[in-house]
């Protein structure tokens, strides 16, 4: 089946640090993913949606100039936190879907949790 | 606007025994699809079932089941002989046909004792 893999898994920097976190799509090309947040024990909320070959797509209320997307190829979104601080400590996941699939389930990361000392 | 609610923060059932999972949305749309997702302790997102809204059949997948509502907007979710794995968040979710945005319940923490 398709698979998302992200990387890392697990980061702990020092505040005022940039993060960069990747998704990469292994067995298919994915015009479109997905980057959510996850507080602990609340559901996803959708940060962007990143697109390639464009700029993102952000939800209201996220700081595009905090959370840097980049879709460079069909196989690579990468999510960089600039200047991170403590607040900025969650849990990251990522999702892709193949074009063509119309409604097709999203395929999920494993997910990476951010801590900011 | 289109949104998902789970009413079950937390349930709790002993192995073996059948659970039932509540999860309610509301959209204007008339096509759409709606899928559970089980996020164990490693936190990964798995999908455990998809029902498409104009499939009048209850979608089943080994002991888990669906109860699909169209016109209650209900779409529970039916764990039968619940196993010690089972243990999770379960995360209901709603996409409208020809949409990106996957729109996800508040989810139900399910703990499954021995």
Known sequence: GAVV?????????????????????LDFQATTMFWYRQFPKQSLMLMATSNEGSKATYEQGVEKDKFLI?????????????SAHPEDSSFYICSARAPGQGNQPQHFGDGTRLSIL | AQTVTQSQPEMSVQEAETVTLSCTYDTSESNYYLFWYKQPPSRQMILVIRQEAYKQQNATENRFSVNFQKAAK??????????????AMYFCASIIQGAQKLVFGQGTRLTINP
């Open chain 2, 74 to 87: 209900s779409f529970s979710l039916k764990i039968s002989d619940s196993q010690l794995g089972d243990t």
């Open chain 1, 5 to 25: 893999s992200q990387h890392p898994s697990r980061v702990i920097c020092k505040s005022g640090t940039s993060v960069k976190i990747e998704c990469r799509s």
């Open chain 1, 70 to 82: 980049n879709h460079a190829s069909l196989t690579l979104s990468t999510l960089t936190v600039t």
